[in-house]
């Protein structure tokens, strides 16, 4: 196993890890913003009041895209498993 070898299999995973981290955090900085201003406008200041839609809005977003991020785990952890031949030789 040569350095290069770790390193991509370190930049893999950690670009698999932003791409199945990405939509729900994305939901919820969305979510977020958009009760701070209804908070703001409203001058509602209350800070569980953004909990509740966050939960909700990451909890749709995982049952929408679960089943793509489950797939991109899958062949990556196949794709893995397979090259452990080549990386020990």
Request: cysteine-free; aromatic content about 4%; charged content about 10%.
């Amino acid at each position: 196993m040569t350095p290069e070898s770790v390193l991509t299999i370190g930049r893999d995973a950690l670009a698999l890890g932003i791409l199945l981290g990405a939509p729900l955090l994305l939901t919820a900085l969305a979510v977020g913003v958009l009760v701070g201003v209804f908070q703001a406008a409203t001058q509602i200041n209350e800070m569980t009041l953004s909990f509740i839609p966050k939960l909700l809005a990451m909890a749709a977003v995982a049952v929408v895209a679960g089943p793509w991020m489950l797939r991109l785990l899958i062949e990556y952890t196949r794709r893995l498993v397979e090259s452990i031949p080549g990386l020990l030789a």
